[in-house]
């Protein structure tokens, strides 16, 4: 579905078509533009304000502004909000209180393609036709909310029941969806394939961060020559009286090629104009900067990869000296061993001759006897 503006949805073309139930219907949190609490129940009065979570147990990322109404409306500003294509949002809607504990009024797990179509009319969405502590979300198309807060024990008969598109079954009630509505020739359109869809998603993204160059430099400018600049009329930041028109709130606009080349378009007053001279020149040195940062990055790099390769080639000769120091320690320990054999070989053979000797002068007393006997 397109993003249309406030004023195109309310004003345009489709304030007058009849929203039909499709179930190829997607919604966002980005067609949300506003949210309607009705009949609050609280044990004191105070303002009311909800917060947004992605789960139960995240933090918010998105708090709106407090109302001091039973029935407050609140205005979406998602213009900041990274999380506008989430398709389903926890709602917390809180009290504030005098002893600054704030207290929780309801909590709703919402999933926008399951909320039921109570018609685009505003006079007929009103809080009498609703259940205590109910939420009504405004969408492209019209209004939008949880069948379960509906009121239809009333004998009045409810205006925009007609449009709910819930049928009863024997059990309980179901939400239907079309699969397919009769039109006019005329209104067909071709849809968008997954190409086009990827380019316009790319454009609106360049469009965004445009917006938000030009605010940032809006913002500079106005800061150092004293007047801000709203919605591309000056004011000025001196004090005085409030007119009434600042009150006035108007609802989110989609940012596009035209509002952006409108924006760009006017003509800067000289100090304006020397502001934005001296932010060019601040941003060219900081691109000088940057460059010579990334050339002197690479040289460390390289510088970094000669020293690592260094430390290689040195890693490996100190490798092989140690290996070698292994093979001449093993040749040194075998030289060492071979001296111990020898003392043993030559106690052993010193032995031998005393033997021998101790044999022969046995012998030669043993002949000697004899001789002597026989000499007898």
């Known amino acids: 579905a397109m993003n249309f503006s406030t004023t195109e949805f309310m004003l345009g073309r489709q304030r007058c078509r009849q929203w039909v139930p499709l179930i190829t219907d997607q919604f966002r949190l980005r067609h949300v533009y506003q949210i309607i609490g009705f009949n609050l129940l609280s044990e004191a009065s105070g303002s009311y304000y909800f917060t947004l979570h992605l789960t139960t147990m995240c933090a918010p990322f998105y708090t709106s502004e407090q109302i001091c109404n039973p029935n407050p409306k609140w205005e979406l500003d998602l213009k900041d909000i990274d999380n506008t294509s989430a398709p389903c949002v926890v709602l917390r809607i809180w009290q504030c209180c005098k002893d600054?504990?704030?207290?929780?009024?309801?909590?709703?797990?919402?999933?926008?393609?399951g909320l039921?179509?109570?018609?685009?009319?505003?006079?007929?969405?009103?809080?009498?036709?609703?259940?205590?502590?109910?939420?009504?979300?405004c969408m492209q198309g019209g209004y939008f909310t949880s069948h379960y807060v509906i009121n239809t024990s009333m004998q009045k008969p409810v205006p925009f029941l007609r449009n709910v598109n819930?049928?009863?079954?024997?059990?309980?009630?179901?939400?239907?969806?079309?699969?397919?509505?009769?039109?006019?020739?005329?209104?067909?359109q071709n849809?968008?394939?997954?190409?086009?869809?990827?380019?316009?998603?790319?454009?609106?993204?360049?469009?965004?961060?445009?917006?938000?160059?030009?605010?940032?430099?809006?913002?500079?400018?106005?800061?150092?020559?004293?007047?801000?600049?709203?919605?591309?009329?000056?004011?000025?930041?001196?004090?005085?009286?409030?007119?009434?028109?600042?009150?006035?709130?108007?609802?989110?606009?989609l940012l596009t090629m035209n509002s952006l080349n409108k924006m760009l378009q006017?003509?800067?007053?000289?100090?304006?104009?020397?502001e934005?001279?001296?932010?060019?020149?601040?941003i060219e040195i900081a691109k000088f900067k940057t460059r010579l940062l990334a050339q002197e990055k690479d040289k460390k790099k390289c510088n970094d990869s000669t020293v690592k390769a260094e430390i290689f080639c040195n890693c490996s000769d100190l490798m092989e000296n140690y290996h070698?120091?292994?093979?001449?320690?093993?040749?040194?320990?075998?030289?060492?061993?071979?001296?111990?054999?020898?003392?043993?070989?030559?106690?052993?053979?010193?032995?031998?001759?005393?033997?021998?000797?101790?044999?022969?002068?046995?012998?030669?007393?043993?002949?000697?006897s004899h001789t002597e006997t026989f000499g007898k």
């Open 100 to 113: 600054g504990a704030d207290k929780i009024i309801l909590t709703w797990g919402v999933h926008f393609s």
């Open 116 to 137: 039921v179509y109570i018609g685009n009319k505003l006079a007929e969405i009103q809080p009498v036709y609703f259940k205590s502590n109910s939420v009504i979300f």
């Open 166 to 188: 819930v049928i009863d079954t024997l059990t309980d009630k179901v939400i239907y969806k079309h699969v397919a509505i009769k039109t006019s020739h005329s209104e067909i």
């Open 191 to 253: 849809s968008y394939n997954l190409d086009k869809l990827r380019r316009l998603h790319s454009l609106q993204v360049e469009i965004k961060k445009k917006g938000i160059e030009v605010q940032n430099i809006k913002d500079k400018i106005s800061a150092k020559s004293g007047v801000h600049l709203n919605n591309g009329r000056e004011t000025s930041n001196s004090p005085g009286p409030s007119s009434h028109t600042d009150s006035v709130r108007y609802a989110p606009k």
């Open 266 to 274: 006017d003509k800067p007053t000289k100090v304006q104009r020397q």
């Open 276 to 282: 934005m001279v001296k932010i060019n020149k601040e």
């Open 324 to 368: 070698i120091l292994n093979r001449e320690s093993e040749k040194i320990e075998g030289v060492q061993k071979e001296p111990d054999s020898t003392p043993r070989s030559v106690s052993y053979d010193k032995h031998s001759v005393a033997t021998a000797k101790k044999n022969v002068a046995a012998r030669i007393a043993l002949h000697l």
